[in-house]
């Protein structure tokens, strides 16, 4: 047999992805059940973005587009960047920005655009399957920092120390975090950017959840003196527009940078779709769109009281629950229970019919922890949080 690259030996299967993939064929069957274990928007895209990506549709932009994207677009992420997240300096849309597939495009391309094999990459542990797999299939290797749920899911600073060696070059960031909601306080970044500008590390700072908060808004890894030119932004419209199923989102980082990533998102997807790319430009600056954002995060805040709610009302001694800070998932705690996560997801989907993410899928410090995500409706989520607690009781 031809060979193939060993890479992707290493790679382990999203847990999200398997466990709806089982979802699917279980649902196929007639089984009912409830879905909360993807990190998919249940709101509908703001309508006057799908009626701008009509307008284009209709006016001929259905052809290749600039790899780059469209100036209008590159401008109101760069406004946007200044407007919503405090970036010490400004980008400049001609230079340092540039439109991506998407938020794990975005991601690839700074990967691929500054690493070469061998080198390492600190990853918190846990954290998004792809942050660690793209490295890997990149020939990075790959060094997982401990953010244990004791030190509320945030690496402690002496950890990245630890982990350091004469080969590391990448810190990834990504706050709001998918699974764990948590992010860090803005002195911690502070800190955490003189360690990587001592180190001469890049900080890549996943920022896809940044619109998902239930408290103080997160601060930007890039809102310090001197922090732009080490550190990447990678972001999207997925989850802060609803509307995952677009593919566009944006790398803002130095111009070196910038000219590898387009280069490689020339040679691998030409451009993103130009109507798509014109309906983001317009929910990026359109004041209703804005508006949409906010009532959606409104939305998965009222859901999370409900949960707590819920949680101080049945006292489970089995599903032990901390507030979420971001994003829309909890990250529940069923370390009582004395399984793995992978046994106890499997069992709740079988026998209460609810589909969930085993903590285990985002590293060995999620062993323990299930996720459960709040982008269903208000409905499913109690129906389904209530049936996990009462399955847990029961064991
Ligand atoms: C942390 C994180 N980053 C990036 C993505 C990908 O988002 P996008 O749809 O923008 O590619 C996801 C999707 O779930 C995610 O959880």
């Known amino acids: 047999m031809q060979s193939l690259n060993i890479q992707f030996n290493a790679l382990r299967q999203s847990p999200t992805v398997a466990m709806a993939d089982r979802i699917l064929a279980l649902k196929a069957s007639g089984r009912k059940l409830i879905g909360l274990q993807v990190g998919d928007p249940d709101f509908g895209t703001p309508p006057a973005v799908l009626e701008v990506a009509a307008k284009a549709m209709q006016e001929g932009f259905t052809h290749y587009g600039p790899s780059k994207g469209y100036p209008e677009l590159r401008q109101a992420a760069a406004l946007k960047l200044e407007r919503d997240n405090g970036v010490h300096a400004a980008y400049d849309p001609e230079t340092e920005l540039l439109v991506t597939h998407g938020g794990i495009h975005a991601y690839y391309l700074a990967m691929q655009s500054i690493l070469n094999p061998g080198d390492e990459v600190l990853v918190p ?35 990245w120390q630890k982990a350091l060696t004469s080969k590391t070059r990448v810190i990834v960031l990504n706050y709001p975090s998918n699974p ?177 993410v085993p903590g285990s899928g985002f590293g060995a410090q999620g062993e323990g922890f299930i996720r459960m995500t709040i982008a269903a409706s208000d409905e499913e989520v109690e129906a389904g949080f209530r049936k996990i607690v009462e399955w847990a009781e029961k064991q």
């Not at 792809?130 to 990149?138: C, E, G, P, Q, R």
């Not at 990075?140 to 402690?156: L, Q, S, T």
């Not at 009302?313 to 089995?318: A, P």
């Open 180 to 356: 764990t909601g948590a992010y860090p306080t803005r002195e911690y970044l502070e800190q955490l950017q003189s360690f990587a500008a001592k180190h001469h590390l890049w900080i890549v700072s996943d920022t896809v959840y940044e619109n998902l908060y239930y408290g103080e808004k997160p601060t930007s890894a890039a809102a310090f003196e001197g922090a732009k030119e080490r550190t990447i932004l990678v972001n999207s419209l997925s989850k802060t527009y609803a509307m995952t199923g677009w593919r566009v989102g944006y790398l803002a980082a130095p111009q070196a940078v910038i000219d590898n990533a387009l280069k490689a998102g020339q040679n691998s997807i030409t451009c993103v779709a130009p109507f798509v790319q014109k309906a983001a430009a317009f929910a990026l600056t359109d004041p209703a769109a804005q508006q949409a954002t906010a009532d959606m995060r409104a939305a998965y805040a009222r859901r999370r009281d409900r949960v707590l709610r819920i949680s101080h009302e049945l006292e489970s001694e089995k599903v032990l629950v901390t507030p979420p800070q971001g994003a829309f998932y909890f990250f529940l705690d069923v370390r009582p229970l004395k399984m793995t996560s992978l046994e106890i997801c499997e069992r709740i989907l079988e026998e209460a019919g609810v589909g969930l």
């Open 125 to 159: 542990d846990p954290s998004w399957g792809t942050h660690a797999n793209m490295a890997t299939m990149l020939r990075a290797n790959v060094i997982r920092v401990p953010a244990p749920a004791e030190d509320g899911f945030i690496p402690p600073l002496e950890s």
